[in-house]
């Protein structure tokens, strides 16, 4: 079985940061692609960022020059540093990872954490 945990969720002014983390464990044997996604009250749920297993990045035009992910692969860990928090920015933050489990070969399966709050006040 493998688990995504999110954390450092909370509340934040307008204009103020939080970085976010997400762990993943269990019986892994690689992680390809890991991301971040956001689901607002009454709205769907957004991709905001990824990042391959090689670093390379992408970010929702919404986000781009004030968030930045990042990830550990020795932790199975992947990270979302949000700067300059705009009101818009509040949402559930879901961790998302393709993982390759121990003796499933190249086969990946998508997993998601249960979510972690942000909201940022006007």
């Known amino acids: 079985q493998v688990q995504l945990v999110e954390s450092g969720g909370g509340l934040v002014q307008a204009g103020g940061s939080l970085r976010l983390s997400c762990t993943a464990s269990g019986s892994i044997f690689s992680i390809y692609d890991m991301g971040w996604y956001r689901q607002a009250p009454g709205k769907q749920r957004d991709l905001v960022a990824t990042i391959t297993s090689g670093g390379r990045t992408n970010y929702a035009d919404s986000v781009k020059g004030r968030f930045a992910i990042s990830r550990d692969n020795a932790k199975n860990t992947v990270y979302l540093q949000m700067n300059s928090l705009k009101p818009e920015d509040t949402a559930v933050y879901y961790c998302?990872?393709?993982?390759?489990?121990?003796?499933?070969?190249?086969?990946?399966?998508?997993?998601w954490g249960q979510g972690t709050r942000v909201t940022v006040s006007s």
């Open positions: 998302t990872a393709r993982i390759v489990r121990v003796g499933f070969g190249v086969h990946g399966d998508d997993y």
